[in-house]
């Protein structure tokens, strides 16, 4: 069973920092892919990141270019979201999502405020 838990939200002031934390388990695969998605209240979720496990290949929304960066540590099963700059509009949940043998996988969130 693939598992999900995500942590580091948290509330920061508009220019701050903070870094998400995905840890996965449950699968033995070599070949899928890991993104943070989030989800603002009243709108669609939309993905944020996501970072490849064949070949460390990344990719961000536009939004988010610049300031936020992806990374793995295959030791820790674990993806990271360091989030800098942080604006008042990047409040939201932020879900880690597992796509593995064409299957998504959800974590519960991690909410993330960034005060003005």
């Known amino acids: 069973e693939v598992q999900i838990v995500e942590s580091g939200g948290g509330l920061v002031h508009a220019g701050g920092s903070l870094r998400l934390a995905c840890v996965v388990s449950?699968?033995?695969?070599?070949?899928?892919?890991i993104g943070w998605f989030r989800q603002a209240p009243g709108k669609e979720r939309e993905g944020v990141s996501c970072?490849?496990?064949?070949?460390?290949?990344?990719h961000y929304a536009d939004s988010v270019k610049g300031r936020f960066s992806i990374s793995s540590d295959n030791a820790k099963n674990t993806v990271y979201l360091q989030m800098n700059s942080l604006k008042p509009e990047d409040t939201a949940v932020y879900y880690c999502?597992?796509?593995?043998?064409?299957?998504?996988?959800w974590g519960q969130g991690t909410q993330v405020t960034v005060s003005s």
């Open positions: 999502n597992v796509h593995l043998y064409l299957t998504d996988y």
């Open positions: 449950g699968f033995t695969s070599d070949n899928y892919n």
């Open positions: 970072i490849s496990s064949t070949d460390g290949s990344t």
